[in-house]
């Protein structure tokens, strides 16, 4: 199964937070340039905030305290010091950390489905190959036997029909092994290119908070209203 490669900023809501559009999500926050449409941010923050009241929390664990306790060391180094908005984003950092997770599973197991399958195609092309020229091999001998024959009988004619029919078979389906073998070719380079491998937490942690509100930056502008997108003057620093 193919991933979604895109996920427009007009649809967020409708397609939902999931490990199957969690790429087109993290790449779209960690890539964003403020500012940006009002109805983009509520868009945005709709899809996180339906998100994360939807979170189960997950098992305790020594394992998951700590990696709690560093993030939100790390959200309040940000500047973010209001309690509720800050246990708001660990919340939702820890929703993208189940979510990064399961994504990665079903990446890597659907490139090894796909690379069995791509490897299932290469040896059935190099089956029908053999088999098709042991076939045309066989038909030769046996039409080199009806020639020889002053007489032929049927079965040696109707052998080397036979064997030339089934020749023809094995290469007649070279073409499809082909094309086969390069949609799987480009799906495992589609899955390949959406996998995240890391998250980059600052930078999840510095866009999200801006784009709910937590924090203002001096100079930065996050969102502006249509009217007036075309003559924003975008910031030098848009980290």
């Known amino acids: 199964m193919a991933m979604r490669s895109l996920v427009k900023s007009d649809n967020l809501a409708e397609y939902g937070l999931t490990a199957e559009t969690f790429p087109a999500f993290y790449n779209k926050i960690t890539s964003i340039r403020f500012p940006i449409a009002v109805e983009e941010v509520l868009d945005f923050r709709s899809l996180i905030n339906h998100t994360a009241d939807a979170f189960e929390e997950p098992t305790d664990s020594p394992q998951n305290r700590e990696f709690q306790e560093s993030l939100l060391a790390a959200i309040h180094s940000f500047g973010i010091e209001n309690s509720h908005h800050a246990e708001r984003l660990l919340r939702l ?7 990064h997770y399961q994504h990665t599973i079903d990446s890597r197991d659907t490139e090894q489905r796909l690379r069995t ?24 001998s046996c039409a080199v036997g009806w020639f020889m024959m002053r007489q032929p009988e049927w079965p040696i004619k109707l052998l080397t029909l036979a064997f030339a029919v089934l020749g023809l078979d094995y290469f007649h389906s070279l073409p499809r092994l082909d094309r086969e073998r390069d949609g799987y070719a480009r799906e495992i380079n589609e899955v390949l290119r959406a996998r995240v491998e890391s998250l980059n937490w600052r930078t999840l942690i510095h866009k999200l908070s801006l784009i709910l509100g ?12 249509n009217d007036e997108r075309g003559s924003v003057h975008r910031p030098r620093s848009l980290h």
């Open 93 to 99: 950092l820890m929703v993208i950390r189940g979510l």
């Open 117 to 140: 399958a791509l490897a299932d195609n290469r040896e059935a092309r190099s089956r029908s190959v053999r088999y098709g020229t042991y076939a045309l091999l066989a038909m030769a």
């Open 214 to 225: 937590y924090k203002q930056i001096r100079g930065i502008e996050v969102f502006c209203h």
